[in-house]
């Protein structure tokens, strides 16, 4: 499970692992990508 904050609903949004993809950015710093459920906004949030 992966809490995630969409900024148009404006909420915190929890996520199953299977929704979340783990990528880098052109940088190399991890992210988390995924889509919200509610709205479809695609979010993002840097992890460690």
């Excluded at 190399?28 to 906004?41: D, M, S």
């Amino acid at each position: 499970m992966v809490e995630m904050f969409c900024v148009k609903c404006k909420k915190k949004v929890t996520l199953d692992d299977s929704a979340v993809s783990k990528e880098t950015t052109a940088k190399g710093r991890p992210i988390l990508k995924a889509n919200c459920p509610q709205c479809g906004t695609k979010m993002t949030k840097f992890t460690k």
